[in-house]
């Protein structure tokens, strides 16, 4: 699943940015007034892998508290 997910590729602009990322939530590329920046893809995959982790540690809080039958 997770490589169907790497396969989709959403491209996004406003103004002059421009942003590729991944079904995956990974940053492929972005551009800012036509100059290829780095330094941003790798802030923002950065920010999305902590929110990320973030959102895992309390989904993974919430489901410990269910009580599921069966489980």
């Known amino acids: 699943m997770k490589s169907e997910m790497e396969q989709i590729s959403v491209e996004v602009s406003e103004g002059d940015v421009w942003i590729r990322i991944r079904g995956d939530q990974e940053i492929e590329e972005v551009t ?21 982790k973030e959102v895992s540690k309390k989904l993974s809080g919430m489901l410990t508290g269910m009580k599921i039958p069966g489980l």
């Open 32 to 52: 800012v007034a036509g100059e290829k920046r780095d330094d941003l893809k790798k802030a923002f995959n950065k920010a999305i892998k902590e929110s990320q």
